[in-house]
Nanobody, 119 residues
């Protein structure tokens, strides 16, 4: 199982980035996908979630209206569009694949991509 994030970088406040996460080693279309982030000295927090079919999405209050999660099951890829970025959005952003089964939860995380918002 592998989740590989890309697209992070340094951006000025108010700028935009598009993160991608390419999955392999499991049936991507069977998994809910999430983006989380972790800032230095803080706990990891959930940013956005999308259902396995892409029909349903959810966002943390602090990114609503600014971030958009989407997926392409044909490409085994989930995206996170980050707009109107703020310095407090600076963090390592992680991709997460989650599947709930009768026996428990299958839960995979990528290595993360750094997003730095600074002038």
């Amino acid at each position: 199982v592998q989740l590989v994030e890309s697209g992070g970088g340094l951006v000025q406040p108010g700028g935009s980035l598009r993160l991608s996460c390419v999955a392999s080693g499991f049936t991507f279309s069977n998994y809910h996908m999430n983006w989380g982030r972790q800032a230095p000295g803080k706990e990891r927090e959930l940013v956005a979630a999308i259902s396995s079919t892409g029909t349903n999405t959810n966002y943390a209050d602090f990114v609503k209206g600014r971030f958009t999660i989407s997926r392409d099951n044909a490409k085994n890829t989930v995206y996170l569009q980050l707009n109107s970025l703020k310095p407090e959005d600076t963090a390592v952003y992680f991709c997460n694949a989650r599947q709930f089964t009768t026996w428990g939860v299958n839960d995979y995380w990528g290595q993360g991509t750094q997003v730095t918002v600074s002038s």
